[in-house]
């Protein structure tokens, strides 16, 4: 079985004492399924675009070049949906990173109403694309304080304002809202079913970025033009993002199947707790960042003892899960200052997108869209109006 990162196990003496006592994967709980093989790049090939990063929004961008008739190649320094795209919570949420009231607040009632219709056109794509990997099961922001709940009542009313389904919420989860129109994903599944088809090369770290050119160990790719969709590590690539965006761990784990609890995504203190319940009755969730938030602004992508500590906290005190953690795993994601994610050309030939402030999987696939169509001459804009 072939896995998103080499299988390394958990035991009591890699952390604090009692974090954890059996044995668990660092694999992702997206990625405990056989995968058909894909090549290394080892030879020098020319193409019209390279696009590098091979999650959901790179393999979108290699859909959307194909589609044009335009010659693409793909690669990525690990597997498909090695990063982020393969280690996030599975969440399909209309909108941006802020809730809708304060993207109204920043941005002008205008441009964040067409922004977040952009984005449920985009769950609808992806639905539709990859169907066997969507689950459109609604979110809900669940509130314990009230000071969370009074946020809750102007994301309500700003959701409203501009056309949009939205409700309040009393049940099981706890109190807040109900967002209807979004869902849950498989993330690697879909990315393996968007990358059947395409020409993609895993293993294979990018060392140089030109205009023209990428090279790797194996071999150079000579390109007209270069799309750089990785979200974690972006500026680590492209230096000329340093302080543009930054690399933040989000952190997860997953149990054995336990009784159902939910349906839907659920999200909690604004973000900063959610989980989902897969079909089998597995629990996947994350959060806890706050609790080591300095420690969190690292481009390290391993479980630590005190975030995984809280999110386990979060399981058995405030779920009252009781099932064991299967697995434990990590992601290097991309965060900004304000928020929005960079979209636009870092330099002549080198288009970006990434910075989706963990909101990547729907974000992502629009951002990937806009600066595919962009390197080609044509309106990016469509797919993202703040295209630079």
């Excluded at 090939?45 to 790179?58: E, M």
Aim: hydrophobic share 40%.
């Amino acid at each position: 079985m072939r896995s998103a990162a080499a299988p390394r196990s958990l035991v009591a003496a890699d952390c604090v004492s009692g974090w954890q006592s059996a044995v668990v994967s660092t694999t992702p709980v997206w990625d405990d399924q056989p995968r058909p093989p894909t090549p290394r790049l080892d030879h020098d090939l020319t193409t019209d675009v390279c696009v590098i990063g091979l999650g959901g929004s790179g393999l979108t961008a290699l859909h959307v070049l194909r589609d044009h008739d335009v010659r693409a190649i793909g690669v990525d320094a690990g597997l498909i949906a090695a990063g982020a795209a393969g280690r996030n919570g599975g969440f399909l949420l209309a909108g941006l990173a802020r809730p809708h009231h304060r993207v109204v607040e920043q941005l002008g009632r205008e441009t964040a109403g067409r922004l977040h219709q952009l984005t449920l056109d985009e769950i609808d794509r992806i639905t539709k694309t990859t169907p066997d990997a969507v689950r459109r099961t609604g979110s809900l922001r669940i509130e314990d304080e009230a000071a969370g709940r009074a946020d809750c009542v102007r994301q309500r009313e700003a959701l409203l304002a501009n056309g949009f389904a939205v409700l309040d919420y009393d049940g099981p989860e706890g109190r807040g809202l109900l967002l209807s129109d979004d869902g849950v994903l498989q993330p690697v599944r879909r990315c393996v079913e968007l990358a059947a088809g395409l020409e993609v090369f895993e293993n294979s770290p990018v060392m140089a970025i030109e205009s023209n050119r990428v090279e790797t160990p194996g071999g150079t790719i000579r390109c007209e033009q270069v799309l750089v969709t990785v979200d974690g590590r972006l500026e680590q690539l492209l230096p000329e993002l340093s302080g543009r965006v930054r690399t933040v761990r989000l952190q997860m784990l997953a149990t054995a199947p336990t009784a159902v609890l939910t349906s839907r995504a659920v999200y909690l203190r604004d973000g900063y707790d959610y989980y989902q319940q897969l079909p089998d009755g597995r629990l996947a969730a994350g959060g806890c960042r706050d609790l080591a938030a300095l420690q969190e602004e690292t481009s390290d992508a391993e479980p630590t003892a005190p975030v995984q500590q809280g999110i386990e906290r979060f399981l058995r005190e405030r779920l009252r899960v009781t099932a064991p953690v299967t697995h434990r795993w990590a992601a290097s994601v991309g965060y900004t200052d304000d928020g929005l994610p960079y979209v636009g050309e870092v330099r002549p030939g080198v288009w970006a997108a990434g910075g989706y402030c963990g909101t990547g999987n729907v974000v992502g696939a629009l951002c990937a869209r806009a600066i595919a169509l962009a390197a080609i001459g044509q309106d990016g804009s469509r797919y993202w109006p703040l295209l630079s």
